[in-house]
């Protein structure tokens, strides 16, 4: 396969970058949302099914 045979695609212009990056990264902000919540799920399950039931501690 020479270098000939690999597609080439043109650079992107500033235009389109600008557009990207106005964008923002909401893909990334959902990523840590749910991370998020998820931890906090797991820390309320915690409280409730083990600290919670073994009760006070003398």
Same mark, same amino acid.
């Given at each position: 396969?020479?270098?000939?045979?690999? #597609?080439?695609?043109?650079? #992107? !212009?500033?235009?389109?970058? !600008? *557009?990207?990056v106005?964008? =923002?990264?909401? =893909?990334?902000?959902? /990523?840590? =949302?749910v991370?998020?919540l998820? /931890? /906090?799920?797991?820390?309320?399950?915690?409280?409730?099914? /083990?600290?919670? #039931? *073994?009760g006070?501690?003398?």
């Amino acid at each position: 396969m020479d270098d000939n045979d690999i #597609p080439h695609t043109a650079s #992107p !212009s500033d235009d389109e970058v !600008s *557009r990207v990056v106005a964008a =923002g990264p909401h =893909g990334a902000v959902a /990523v840590a =949302g749910v991370a998020t919540l998820i /931890v /906090v799920a797991i820390w309320f399950a915690f409280y409730f099914l /083990v600290f919670l #039931p *073994r009760g006070v501690v003398h």
